[in-house]
């Protein structure tokens, strides 16, 4: 299907490029040969974050909000646009639906003219907080419709139905991956995410700020092995429309992880006990069988070494040179 070219660089959409993991797409994109129109209109992201790339050849940045249409001619599409943290999703839950929703429908329609796949990132949070562990892509999920997570968790949901009715009513070419939480370079230092906060708490020697008990547990993805899977997925045969869930399956409690980034950064910061947010999932691992057997996909980089990996990102923010 779609207009693809068959000789020369792809020119690949990514919505949402200036964020932390849409910045490591772009990068990887052009890496790969392939020219990027990155829109984004840095609600979360920066463009400090694009800094290594602004001015390569084959990367454009459009500053465009996706709840409204966007007229583009391009090869593929990655929507990636829509604040991911708690506290950004939160601050604005209205607008969060809008980019949710509106903006898929933007995008679809994009795709549906040009005859391009489009992938979406979804995210764990249509499973809710789950009653089946870990969870399969068939598991249809516990959430709450009513709550502060609703925005972003019905937004997504929401979202992926529009994907798969433009699949079905209109043939398009659809990718939808459930991204599981994924930490690494270029996440904002101050966006309340567990590993940033944990990490930036570490490195000032402030308490970390564990919510509850600490036992709820998590699966954390380094950001490069979940751009591989995006990759992948992307250029899967046509058929393969998701939704496939891409995280990494090791699972850790958050007493766990703030133990292990003490460990990793050497740090005195005691522990502090705050009152867990309402709705807080009480546990979220990932099955990727359906990626391991449809993209010969999984995570090589174990929560250890991501850490290692990420700890001087947030050290060079903290002395002021982000890079
Ligand atoms: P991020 O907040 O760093 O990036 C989101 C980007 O979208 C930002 O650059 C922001 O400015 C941009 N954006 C927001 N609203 C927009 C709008 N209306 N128009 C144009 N641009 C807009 O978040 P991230 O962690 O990089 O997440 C990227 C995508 O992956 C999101 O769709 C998120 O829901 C999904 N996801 C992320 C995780 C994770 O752990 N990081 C987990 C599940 C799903
Ligand atoms: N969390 C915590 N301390 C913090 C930030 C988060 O204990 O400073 C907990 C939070 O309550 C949740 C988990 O860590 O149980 C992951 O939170 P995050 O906001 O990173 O992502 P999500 O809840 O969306 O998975």
């Known amino acids: 299907m779609g207009t693809k070219r068959e000789f020369g660089p792809q020119r690949i959409l990514v919505t949402g490029g200036a964020g932390f993991i849409g910045s490591h797409l772009c990068a990887r994109l052009l890496a790969e040969g392939q020219e990027v129109l990155c829109v984004d209109n840095f609600y979360t992201g920066s463009r400090e974050n694009l800094q290594p790339i602004l001015n390569h050849p084959r990367f454009e940045f459009l500053r465009h909000d996706v709840t409204h249409p966007l007229y583009v001619e391009v090869d593929q599409i990655y929507n990636l646009a829509c604040p991911a943290s708690p506290i950004h999703y939160q601050f604005d839950p209205v607008q969060t639906t809008k980019t949710s929703v509106h903006g898929a429908i933007n995008m679809l329609g994009l795709a549906k003219r040009l005859k391009v796949p489009i992938f ?6 249509v499973y809710g907080d789950p009653e089946v562990h870990p969870q399969p892509e068939d598991y249809w999920g516990h959430v709450n419709p009513v709550g502060y997570r609703s925005c972003y968790d019905e937004g997504k949901r929401c979202a992926e139905t529009l994907f798969f009715d433009y699949h079905r009513q209109h043939k398009v070419e659809i990718k939808v991956a ?9 996440m904002h230092p101050n966006d309340g995410r567990v590993v940033s906060n944990f990490i930036m708490q570490a490195l000032l020697g402030r308490p970390i700020t564990i919510y509850g008990e600490g036992q709820q547990t998590r699966s954390f993805c380094f950001v490069d092995d979940l751009v591989e899977g995006f990759i992948r997925l992307m250029n899967s045969p046509t058929e393969v429309t998701g939704p496939i869930n891409l995280g990494n399956p090791g699972e850790f409690t958050i007493r766990e992880l703030a133990d292990l980034i003490i460990e990793l950064t050497g740090s005195k910061s005691t522990i502090e006990h705050l009152p867990l947010p309402p709705d807080d999932p009480k546990q979220r691992r990932p099955d990727i069988t359906r990626a391991r057997n449809t993209l010969g996909w999984e995570p090589k980089i174990a929560l250890r070494e991501g850490l290692k990996q990420s700890i001087p990102y947030f050290e060079r923010v903290l002395r002021g040179q982000k890079r």
């Not at 979406?120 to 949070?125: H, L």
């Not at 459930?178 to 270029?186: D, E, Q």
């Open 120 to 125: 979406q990132a979804s995210t764990s949070e």
């Open 178 to 186: 459930r991204i599981f939480n994924t930490y690494g370079p270029n």
